[in-house]
């Protein structure tokens, strides 16, 4: 069960989108309804914006989505806003009731 | 409105046991579709899962760490309890317990979204040294 793959850190202006992708395996990402992703600020508890791959929890903003295609999910947040900049984590199932995070992405937001 | 907060020590030596509680409110341990998880993030470094515990009282834990992990439940305490053996340095790290999303579909039959934890403990820092 090894970490799933992020780029290390990507990068935007206020307004644009940017895209981070997550890559596992068929055993997880690709044989999985089941990713999430976290944001994560300096010093704080991870907070849940995608479900599901693609569901948004109540209270989250709708210019976070997610989608997944084969082994690789991804989170897209268009028109990027400053409080947007923190950490991103993707999450996926693995089996038997597990799950395996990813290597986490750092946004700035420039 | 759920809430959970981690405690324990925030100092261990080397080889000693870790053991660490989450109070949690909110829920029931023993509700249908419940689960409460562990994840731990060393300093600078990325979340690692460790450990699952269900309303049934199944137990899950990470392969890696599967060998020195205990997660048990005291549903009268409202409290799910962790506990890593022969501790680390490597060990040193914020440790989170969170809730497992769930939710009613359409039909209202109960989905659990495994991958999922909806609220976070504010986690509690642990430094691994002699």
């Known amino acids: 069960q090894s970490a799933l793959t992020q780029p290390r850190s990507v990068s935007g202006s206020p307004g644009q989108s940017v895209t981070i992708s997550c890559t596992g395996t068929s055993s997880d990402v690709g044989g999985s309804d089941y990713v999430s992703w976290y944001q994560q600020h300096p010093g704080k508890a991870p907070k849940l914006v995608i479900f599901?791959?693609?569901k948004r929890p109540s209270g989250v903003p709708d210019h976070f989505s997610g989608s997944k295609s084969g082994n690789t999910a991804s989170l897209t947040i268009s028109g990027l806003q400053a409080e947007d900049e923190a950490d991103y984590y993707c999450?996926?199932?693995?089996?038997?009731?597990?799950?395996?995070f990813g290597g986490g992405t750092k946004l700035t937001v420039l | 409105q759920i809430t959970l907060k981690e405690s324990g020590p925030t100092l261990v030596k080397p080889t000693q046991t870790l053991t660490l509680t989450c109070t949690f409110s909110?829920?029931?341990?023993?509700?249908?579709?419940?689960?409460v998880g562990w994840i731990r993030q060393p300093p600078g470094k990325a979340l690692e899962w460790l450990a699952l515990?269900?309303?049934?009282?199944?137990?899950r834990y990470s392969p890696s760490l599967k060998n020195r992990l205990t997660i048990t439940k005291d549903t009268s305490k409202s409290q799910v309890v962790l506990a890593l053996t022969n501790v680390d340095p490597v060990d040193t790290a914020t440790y989170f317990c969170?809730?497992?999303?769930?939710?009613?579909?359409?039909?209202?039959?109960?989905?659990?979204?495994?991958?999922?934890?909806?609220?976070w403990g504010q986690g509690t820092g642990v430094t691994v040294s002699s």
């Open positions: 515990i269900q309303w049934d009282d199944d137990k």
């Open positions: 909110g829920f029931s341990a023993s509700d249908s579709g419940v689960a």
């Open positions: 599901d791959v693609t």
């Open positions: 999450c996926s199932y693995a089996g038997g009731f597990s799950v395996v």
């Open positions: 969170a809730h497992r999303l769930y939710y009613y579909d359409s039909r209202g039959y109960i989905r659990m979204s495994l991958s999922a934890f909806d609220v």
